[in-house]
């Protein structure tokens, strides 16, 4: 039973001046895939990526899911129902080993970048908290770090190799002029997950993924119509030849098997996509978002506001931590 206090109706969302919705803000998704057990050359790309959007004038850069520590797309880590091998327990070491602790040195490293650069920046990874590995959306701005979200879910075989986070690590940050929040991969596809996400403001909906189906898009789109908000979608784009020699995916071992295959896309809150799907390599995004687009899109419809029915339906968000 969740003691009182802990288990809550989201606060109310402080209002911002009209003139602050009125800007624009130019937002790039990177699309790039992450090698397994490099996390130091992953940093370095990251670096580079983050600085090659911002060169082309964005305050807001969203990397995919797992970019630090890898996403090990194609591996089964030895696993069967009630059995696993010694060669699993070494690979999932190896795995282990590559993520990252939070904070730790290479926030520190894109802690500075992005005060550097003066942005905002969103980049998956994989946290390392003694004996268990965890999905998370990393956040940074001017100021540097400013946190992280856990998945709560990992979907199907990722529950091998990843625990699940908490309502802890729900946030939406005020960038001055947008709230900024992050919901990993099929988290997208969870109903209340969305709505505690709306109830808090979100106006940037960043989607770091590596669900590379054509009807990833449609969910983009939806969410972005549903919160109406923008969603940015940043997905990996990875090959075999990217991946090292001596693990063996299920889907082969040619150089040029495409193991995850982009899709990244910008979408507008009224579900028109702004730029992408970007498809058969890596690259950059970039969309100058009209801040303005979200009252237009509010007119008619806001989830958590005139369009909502409190008097008949209410969401209880448990935000205790329960990670030791």
């Known amino acids: 039973m969740v003691s009182p206090g802990r288990r809550r109706r989201h606060d109310p969302v402080t209002p911002r001046n009209v003139a602050d919705m009125t800007s624009t803000v130019r937002a790039a998704v990177v699309q790039a895939g992450a090698r397994l057990f490099d996390t130091a050359d992953n940093l370095r790309r990251a670096q580079e990526w983050i600085r090659r959007a911002v060169a082309d004038g964005a305050g807001l850069v969203v990397l995919p899911e797992a970019f630090l520590g890898g996403y090990p797309k194609g591996l089964d880590f030895g696993v ?24 730790g040195p290479q926030t520190d490293r894109l802690a500075a970048l992005t005060r550097e650069l003066g942005c905002h920046v969103v980049l998956g990874a994989i946290e390392r908290r ?23 879910v990992p979907t199907a075989a990722e529950r091998v190799i990843w625990g699940q986070g908490d309502g ?48 990833w898009g449609e969910t983009m789109r939806h969410v972005a119509r549903e919160g109406r908000c ?30 995850i295959a982009g899709g990244s896309m910008i979408v507008s809150p009224l579900g028109e996509v702004l730029a992408g799907p970007l498809r058969g390599g890596e690259g950059v995004l970039v969309a100058d978002l009209d801040l303005a687009d979200l009252a237009r899109a509010r007119f008619d419809f806001d989830p958590v506001g005139h369009y909502a029915r409190p008097d008949v339906f209410t969401l209880g968000v448990d935000e205790t931590l329960r990670l030791v």
């Open 168 to 215: 802890s690590t729900l946030p939406v940050f005020d960038t001055g002029r947008a709230r900024l929040g992050a919901a990993i991969c099929w988290e997208n596809y969870m109903p209340l997950l969305r709505t505690a996400m709306y109830a808090k403001g979100v106006d940037l909906w960043c989607a770091p993924t590596v669900d590379d189906r054509e009807n």
């Open 230 to 259: 923008f969603v940015l979608s940043a997905n990996q784009y990875l090959t075999r030849a990217d991946q090292p020699a001596d693990v063996h995916p299920v889907q082969g071992d040619d150089p040029a098997t495409v193991l």
């Open 80 to 103: 069967t129902v009630g059995n696993r091998t010694p060669e699993g327990r070494e690979l999932f070491r190896r795995y282990h080993d590559s993520a990252i602790t939070v904070p």
């Open 130 to 152: 003694r004996g268990t590995l965890y999905c998370v959306a990393l956040f940074f701005g001017p100021d540097g770090y400013l946190g992280l979200h856990r998945k709560l």
